[in-house]
T-cell receptor
Framework: DAGVIQSPRHEVTEMGQEVTLRCKPI?????LFWYRQTMMRGLELLIY????????DSGMPEDRFSAKMPNASFSTLKIQPSEPRDSAVYFC?????????????FGSGTRLTVV | DAKTTQPPSMDCAEGRAANLPCNHS???????VYWYRQIHSQGPQYIIH???NNETNEMASLIITEDRKSSTLILPHATLRDTAVYYC??????????FGSGTQLTVLP
């Protein structure tokens, strides 16, 4: 398996523009997570899906952020409009089951810079 | 979720065992102890997990105290590529993985 695949690896955009981050989880994994990492706040859970359904989006910072999972093999995280404070590394992760005893597989991340 | 305490940084000589401690005194009975690491600019990598018993895999060993209030991750023969931030994460469910500050392990040549 190729692991969790994220694209793009790097994104530089101007403030106010729409940004879309993409993730392909590992086949057969039922859960997908979006995390954000900054120096100040560390790794933060934004939202997670179970069987393509959003379960908990309490970590999404504000309405400018939205996430979708139209099928089991694809998810997007969208920021519209983007702001400089959104600059961070965004990670996607997937896991087979939610119960204890399973480890997450993380993607390589998307480094977003909003100027 | 259980609170964790890890030393902010540790050094280890290459080829020696690296022992990374974690205190999780408020862990509940159904929470596993997970360890992940993050090498610079990469996504976190799962290392190992355990509930009560000590565990070993190809990457590391995990020693959990009998009262489950603390654990130690052991990298038996540390290499330069093991330099990373190591996170200890008690968790009972997928959505409750809360990453703290971790321990920056530096393996010295």
């Amino acid at each position: 398996d190729a692991g969790v695949i994220q694209s793009p690896r790097h994104e530089v955009t101007e403030m106010g523009q729409e940004v879309t981050l993409r993730c392909k989880p590992i086949s057969g994994h039922d859960y997908l997570f979006w995390y954000r990492q900054t120096m100040m706040r560390g790794l933060e859970l934004l939202i997670y899906f179970n069987n393509n359904v959003p379960i908990d989006d309490s970590g999404m910072p504000e309405d400018r952020f939205s996430a979708k999972m139209p099928n089991a093999s694809f998810s997007t995280l969208k920021i519209q409009p983007s702001e400089p404070r959104d600059s961070a590394v965004y990670f996607c992760a997937s896991i087979k089951r939610a119960g204890g005893g399973y480890g997450y597989t993380f993607g390589s991340g998307t480094r977003l810079t909003v100027v | 979720d259980a609170k964790t305490t890890q030393p902010p940084s540790m050094d280890c000589a290459e080829g020696r065992a690296a022992n990374l401690p974690c205190n999780h005194s408020t862990i509940s009975g159904n929470e596993y102890v997970y360890w992940y690491r993050q090498i610079h600019s990469q996504g976190p990598q799962y290392i190992i997990h355990g509930l009560k018993n000590n565990e070993t895999n190809e990457m590391a060993s995990l020693i959990i105290t009998e009262d489950r209030k603390s654990s130690t991750l052991i990298l038996p023969h540390a290499t330069l590529r093991d330099t990373a931030v190591y996170y200890c994460l008690p968790s009972g469910s997928a959505r409750q993985l809360t990453f703290g500050s971790g321990t920056q392990l530096t393996v010295l040549p």
